[in-house]
């Protein structure tokens, strides 16, 4: 299973890798990656791995199996080289500013109308979230925008951190979240937005 970076640090954009697998010339497993595979909503990463100043092009990322797979745009990389790899930052920041954007709004919507999220997809240009909301009026919708638009201008922190099932059953809200995830699942990482004693999220 290769390392996948991302969950550490969603800010690497520059590392060091070797090739552990290469099928049919163009898909490519790394020992430890940060380009983030499609899922979730939200489409994959792309960017370049360079070995010998030859530089591929990384046109498709998915995890496959546990593995997270890398389609490059040409034939060339072989088991064991050793190569540098760049995100396409700005596509990716796009991704994550999208990302923690529909957090904030979906939020503020189950607290303010408790709806709930029933579709989500994070595109380049724009990101579609679906709510079950019972009393929909745009002003009421624009009220909520508002209000995100507002605690998005409080520049909040946005924390990474990792919590045990029995923590994560503990409270009641990410109790709720954890429910329709797989029950194998001991460790929980969780993402933040907001003091500890003001989260947000
Ligand atoms: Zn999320």
């Given at each position: 299973m290769s390392d996948a970076l991302y969950m550490d640090d969603s800010y690497l954009k520059n590392w060091d890798a070797k090739v552990v697998s290469v099928?049919?010339?163009k898909y490519i497993v790394l020992d430890k990656t940060a380009f983030y595979p499609k899922g979730g909503g939200q489409p994959c990463d792309e960017g370049y791995i360079t070995h010998d100043n030859e530089r591929f092009k990384v046109v498709y990322v998915g995890?496959?199996?546990?593995?997270?797979?890398?389609?490059?745009d040409k034939p060339g990389l072989k088991?064991?080289?050793?190569?540098?790899?760049?995100?396409?930052?700005?596509?990716?920041?796009?991704?994550?500013?999208?990302?923690?954007?529909?957090?904030?709004?979906?939020?503020?919507?189950?607290?303010?109308?408790?709806?709930?999220?029933?579709?989500?997809?994070?595109?380049?240009?724009?990101?579609?979230m679906d709510f079950s909301m019972e009393d929909y009026s745009p002003e009421r919708l624009k009220e909520f925008i508002d209000e995100a638009n507002d605690i998005i201008g409080q520049n909040l922190p946005v924390t990474i951190d990792y919590m045990s099932k029995d923590k994560v059953l503990?409270?009641?809200?990410?109790?709720?979240?954890?429910?329709?995830?797989?029950?194998?699942i001991n460790e929980f990482r969780i993402v933040k937005i907001g003091n500890i004693d003001e989260q947000v999220d």
């Open positions: 099928k049919e010339d995890k496959f199996s546990d593995e997270i797979s890398h389609e490059v088991v064991g080289d050793l190569v540098k790899c760049e995100l396409d930052w700005e596509r990716r920041y796009i991704c994550m500013r999208y990302h923690t954007a529909s957090h904030l709004i979906s939020n503020i919507l189950y607290r303010r109308a408790d709806a709930k999220i029933t579709g989500n997809q994070i595109e380049l240009d724009k990101t579609r503990q409270n009641p809200e990410l109790a709720r979240l954890a429910m329709g995830l797989p029950k194998n």
